[in-house]
Every structure is written in C-alpha cells, then in structure tokens.
C-alpha cells in the first residue's frame, strides 16, 4: 500500500512560519545562549524579508540594529566617497549583519544590499543596548559571540588589501 504524504500544495493548508523565539534560539550566532538572554533577544526580533538589490542598510547612516541572516546573500560595500562603490565581502545564512549598534559612534562603515532574496531575523540595537547596560552577562554574551565574527572580516579585509597591492586580485563595483 503506498502512502500519499500531504504537503500544503496538495492540501491547500498555509505551513506557519517556525515561531520567532525558536528562530532566535536556532540561529547559529545565538545556539548556546541562555534562555533568559534568549527571552531578553527575541522581545526585539523581527522577521525580515529583503528582495533582492534591497538595501539593508547604509555606509554612513546612524546604526541602531542587526540581523541574523537565515536564508539568501548579503554584500558589505563600501568607498561611495571614492567613486563606485565595491563589494568587500558577501555573507550568507548562519552570519550575523552589523555589530555598529553597539560600538560609539553608532554609524554604519559599510552599505550592506541583498544580492538575492534574503529572510533575516531583525534585532532593536538601541533596545538591546539598554538591556546590556543592566545586565553586563548579555552584552558580554554578544560581545564574545561578536568578536570571532569582527577578526575574521578584519583578517579577510587585510588579506584581500595585500593581494590588491601584489596586482594578484581586484575589488569587483557593485553592479
């Protein structure tokens, strides 16, 4: 006897997005993390779609959150104030989107644009800074989570600098 399996195709029903709190809690940056800091992160997410070509946010502007990418690709450019601007890196599912929310002066060092659609998961930077000023734990908890995330763009930056100087590579404009 052969078993139809039902899919929301064949029964008309609409599937429901996984709940937010367990998005959060599922997202690489976060797997781990208590659950009152959990509870504390996922009273400021959002689910996000971007299409593709979006800007999600702005070299220069005032930066007061950050996404989890779940899905699609997001490219960090940056050198407007140079001419064209280029494309400096590409992040993708499991990578976190902006870290300026929580560093003075709270500006944006890069223009951050879907390349393709992306679903993301949107944070409050302005009201997960407040909740890190009282409890120290959580901003240490992201900050420790952040950092690994900073050195390797930072080693990743410097890496591609020195092979633009040896003629070995070269920056690519966004298009």
Same mark, same amino acid.
């Given at each position: 006897?052969?078993? +139809?399996?039902?899919?929301?195709?064949?029964?008309?029903?609409?599937? %429901?997005? +996984?709940?937010?709190?367990?998005? /959060?809690?599922? =997202? $690489?940056?976060?797997?781990?993390?208590? #659950?009152?800091?959990?509870?504390?992160?996922?009273?400021?997410?959002?689910?996000? =779609?971007?299409?593709?070509?979006?800007?999600?946010?702005? %070299?220069? %502007?005032?930066?007061?959150?950050?996404?989890?990418?779940?899905?699609?690709?997001?490219?960090?450019?940056?050198g407007?104030?140079?001419?064209? $601007?280029?494309?400096?890196? &590409?992040?993708?599912?499991?990578?976190?989107?902006?870290?300026?929310?929580?560093?003075?002066?709270?500006?944006? !060092?890069?223009?951050?644009?879907?390349? @393709?659609?992306?679903? &993301?998961?949107?944070f409050?930077?302005?009201?997960?800074?407040? *909740?890190?000023?009282?409890? =120290?734990?959580?901003? *240490?908890?992201?900050?420790? #989570?952040?950092?690994?995330?900073?050195?390797?763009?930072?080693?990743?930056?410097? @890496?591609?600098?020195?092979?633009? !100087?040896?003629?070995?590579?070269s920056? +690519?404009? /966004?298009?």
């Open positions: 006897m052969k078993t +139809e399996i039902e899919t929301p195709a064949k029964t008309g029903k609409k599937v %429901e997005p +996984e709940p937010i709190a367990a998005r /959060v809690a599922l =997202h $690489p940056f976060l797997v781990g993390m208590n #659950r009152a800091d959990l509870a504390l992160l996922t009273d400021c997410a959002i689910p996000v =779609h971007f299409k593709s070509g979006q800007i999600v946010l702005r %070299e220069g %502007e005032f930066a007061n959150r950050f996404y989890l990418i779940e899905s699609g690709r997001v490219g960090l450019e940056s407007k104030s140079f001419g064209d $601007p280029v494309v400096i890196e &590409a992040i993708g599912p499991g990578d976190l989107l902006g870290w300026s929310w929580m560093f003075p002066p709270y500006v944006w !060092h890069f223009t951050a644009r879907a390349v @393709e659609p992306t679903e &993301a998961i949107f409050y930077g302005t009201i997960l800074r407040e *909740y890190c000023e009282t409890d =120290h734990s959580l901003g *240490y908890e992201l900050f420790k #989570r952040m950092s690994p995330i900073m050195l390797r763009r930072l080693q990743a930056a410097r @890496e591609k600098m020195l092979l633009l !100087h040896a003629g070995k590579a920056l +690519e404009p /966004v298009v």
